[in-house]
Structures are given as structure tokens and as C-alpha cells.
């Protein structure tokens, strides 16, 4: 697949202006980025358009928005979605959204943290908020520039949510984004876990100088299709990714005895029960397709059952 690179023109007038722009709104609250937080504030204007674009908005569309920061990306998702709810855990930074989106209306900002949130409840306690343009308040899109620290379980809590978001837009650190959408050969258990449940791809790169302050490492726009319903027949999704989990306990290992390890299970039964899955002994985990992770699932589930 051809990955578009975004374009590093961050020392251009835009990107100048809205670097001024960030500095200006830290100094007037009296703010500044918490390292602790993850915080590093996009100021590349270029970037936020492939953002946006990436996201397919209309006004009849719902976005939630995880660590809004100064509300950079929130002004774009305000002006091109139906409804954009924000998740803010600096109660600070919320505060300064609510007067600088004031002029605004179809937003919700909330201090919460996004972990201890279940979209549904969110979207059930907003909704009557919405404007009428928005056909399905049940549908919407995550959009967000995540703090690098809390990404894989931001990731996790919206794939395994009650309502899962149609797609997922999200700016992730460079490596975490290859990682996600790493074929057989490189799988790891984040892989797997993104793929069950939806279609990754990298739209672009994106250099940490277009960033304030400036982090240590390299980004990248995801995108993440999600499914309606996944793809794999299992018996279910906790028993697929036990097996799963089992398979990576000793990622060096041939697959084998990882599994015979992980489930506690003596390795003659293990191989005769891999051998029904038609699934090579001798592999080792991150070489597995997603497919032959479900057959192990089934079979090793009927020979619990039996």
C-alpha cells in the first residue's frame, strides 16, 4: 500500500502563526505542557487538514475527540462535524476550551478520564444536544491526537466498547502505528488485537518538530475502518484472545510451546490439537495469520467442551 508522507512545513507562515498561536493561549491561562500528560501540541496546519480528511466529515456526523489539548484539532472537528464531543482529563485545559470555543455551538467538552468512560454513556448523556442534522446520534468517529503514554489502552477501550466508533482517526507515535498494521511475519498481540476488530492503515507521517513541545520520537495518522461485526468465527472473543495471549506468553518460541506454557496444557495434546487446526507446530507466533489464531481458537474451545 502507498503511504502518503505529510507535508514537514512547519516552519512555514501557518504553521509560524499557529506555533504563536499555541504559545500566546499557554501564557494567557498561565499554562504549560505536562510531560507527565503526554502533552505535545500539534502546530502544523497542514497535518490537521490530513487529519480531517482522513475522517470523511459532514455535519451529520458525531465525533469524540480524546485529549483536546489547547483545541486546535476541536476548531476543525466543530467547524466540519454535525456534533464534536471532547474528553479532556486537565481540568485546566478543559476550563480554557469551554471561553475559547465559546463562540461556538455544537460542542460538549467533558473533564473526564476517557478510560473511566463508556462511549455509549457518554453519547446517551449528550445527545439531546445534538442538532437535527444528525441522523444516527449512535454513530460516530474518534478523532484525536493521543497522549503517547495512555495510547494502546485508549486504542483497546474503544475496539472492546459497547459502541464502537465507525472509524478511528488518531495520531499515533510512529512505531505504534507500523506495529498495528504489521502483516504475518511481524504480528504482535497489538496487532492482532487492532485487526480483529477493524482495517488499519497509515495515511501519513508526521515529523515531531511539527509538534510543541517537541517529543522525542516520530508520529503517525492512523486510520482504523472499524467492522460491524468481526470477520473471524470464534467461539468468543474472551477465548480468542486467551489463545492469543497464550500464543505470544514467549513471542521467541515456537508456537507450540507457547500455547502447551500459556494454557497449561501438556504439549502431546497441544500438537494433536494444532494438527486439527491444520497450523504448523513449528511456527512461531508473530507469523501466524489471523485466521489460523481463530481455527486454534475453535478447536482448542471443542476439545475444552468435549
Given at each position: 500500500?502507498?503511504?502518503?508522507?505529510?507535508?514537514?512545513?512547519?516552519?512555514?507562515?501557518?504553521?509560524?502563526?499557529?506555533?504563536?498561536?499555541?504559545?500566546?493561549?499557554?501564557?494567557?491561562?498561565?499554562?504549560?505542557?505536562?510531560?507527565?500528560?503526554?502533552?505535545?501540541?500539534?502546530?502544523?496546519?497542514?497535518?490537521?487538514?490530513?487529519?480531517?480528511?482522513?475522517?470523511?466529515?459532514?455535519?451529520?456526523?458525531?465525533v469524540?475527540?480524546?485529549?483536546?489539548?489547547?483545541?486546535?484539532?476541536?476548531?476543525?472537528?466543530?467547524?466540519?462535524a454535525?456534533?464534536?464531543?471532547?474528553?479532556?482529563?486537565?481540568?485546566?485545559?478543559?476550563?480554557?476550551?469551554k471561553?475559547?470555543?465559546?463562540?461556538?455551538?455544537?460542542?460538549?467538552?467533558?473533564?473526564?478520564?476517557?478510560?473511566?468512560?463508556?462511549?455509549?454513556?457518554?453519547?446517551?448523556?449528550?445527545?439531546?444536544?445534538?442538532?437535527?442534522?444528525?441522523?444516527?446520534?449512535l454513530?460516530?468517529?474518534?478523532?484525536?491526537?493521543?497522549?503517547?503514554?495512555?495510547?494502546?489502552?485508549?486504542?483497546?477501550?474503544?475496539?472492546?466498547?459497547?459502541?464502537?466508533?465507525?472509524?478511528?482517526?488518531?495520531?499515533?507515535?510512529?512505531?505504534?502505528?507500523?506495529n498495528?498494521t504489521?502483516?504475518?511475519?511481524?504480528?504482535?498481540?497489538?496487532?492482532?488485537?487492532?485487526?480483529?476488530?477493524?482495517?488499519?492503515?497509515?495515511?501519513?507521517?508526521?515529523?515531531?518538530?511539527?509538534?510543541?513541545?517537541?517529543?522525542?520520537?516520530?508520529?503517525?495518522?492512523?486510520?482504523?475502518?472499524?467492522?460491524?461485526?468481526?470477520?473471524?468465527?470464534?467461539?468468543?472473543?474472551?477465548?480468542?484472545?486467551?489463545?492469543?495471549?497464550?500464543?505470544?506468553?514467549?513471542?521467541?518460541?515456537?508456537?507450540?510451546?507457547s500455547l502447551?506454557h500459556?494454557l497449561?496444557?501438556?504439549?502431546?495434546?497441544?500438537?494433536?490439537?494444532?494438527?486439527?487446526a491444520?497450523?504448523?507446530?513449528?511456527?512461531?507466533?508473530?507469523?501466524?495469520?489471523?485466521?489460523?489464531?481463530?481455527?486454534?481458537?475453535?478447536?482448542?474451545?471443542e476439545?475444552?467442551?468435549?
Amino acid at each position: 500500500m502507498l503511504r502518503r508522507y505529510v507535508p514537514r512545513n512547519h516552519e512555514k507562515g501557518a504553521e509560524k502563526s499557529l506555533l504563536s498561536h499555541t504559545k500566546n493561549l499557554l501564557e494567557q491561562y498561565g499554562l504549560r505542557a505536562r510531560k507527565g500528560l503526554g502533552q505535545h501540541f500539534l502546530v502544523n496546519s497542514a497535518t490537521l487538514k490530513v487529519i480531517t480528511a482522513a475522517a470523511q466529515l459532514s455535519r451529520s456526523d458525531l465525533v469524540i475527540e480524546v485529549g483536546p489539548g489547547i483545541g486546535v484539532l476541536t476548531l476543525e472537528l466543530v467547524r466540519q462535524a454535525g456534533w464534536a464531543i471532547a474528553v479532556e482529563l486537565d481540568t485546566k485545559l478543559a476550563e480554557m476550551l469551554k471561553e475559547t470555543l465559546s463562540r461556538e455551538a455544537n460542542y460538549s467538552i467533558i473533564n473526564a478520564d476517557v478510560l473511566k468512560v463508556e462511549p455509549l454513556d457518554l453519547i446517551q448523556k449528550e445527545r439531546a444536544k445534538f442538532p437535527p442534522m444528525m441522523a444516527d446520534p449512535l454513530k460516530y468517529k474518534l478523532v484525536a491526537n493521543l497522549p503517547y503514554y495512555i495510547t494502546q489502552p485508549i486504542i483497546r477501550h474503544f475496539c472492546e466498547a459497547r459502541l464502537k466508533p465507525q472509524i478511528m482517526v488518531i495520531m499515533v507515535q510512529k512505531e505504534v502505528a507500523q506495529n498495528i498494521t504489521a502483516q504475518p511475519g511481524d504480528l504482535s498481540l497489538l496487532a492482532i488485537s487492532v485487526q480483529f476488530y477493524g482495517k488499519p492503515e497509515i495515511v501519513g507521517y508526521v515529523s515531531a518538530r511539527n509538534f510543541y513541545p517537541a517529543p522525542k520520537v516520530d508520529s503517525a495518522i492512523l486510520k482504523i475502518t472499524m467492522y460491524s461485526q468481526p470477520p473471524l468465527n470464534v467461539t468468543s472473543e474472551e477465548s480468542f484472545f486467551k489463545v492469543v495471549r497464550a500464543g505470544f506468553s514467549a513471542r521467541r518460541k515456537q508456537v507450540a510451546n507457547s500455547l502447551s506454557h500459556g494454557l497449561d496444557i501438556p504439549k502431546p495434546a497441544v500438537l494433536s490439537l494444532m494438527e486439527k487446526a491444520g497450523v504448523l507446530p513449528q511456527k512461531r507466533p508473530e507469523n501466524l495469520t489471523l485466521e489460523e489464531w481463530a481455527h486454534l481458537e475453535t478447536i482448542f474451545s471443542e476439545a475444552k467442551a468435549s
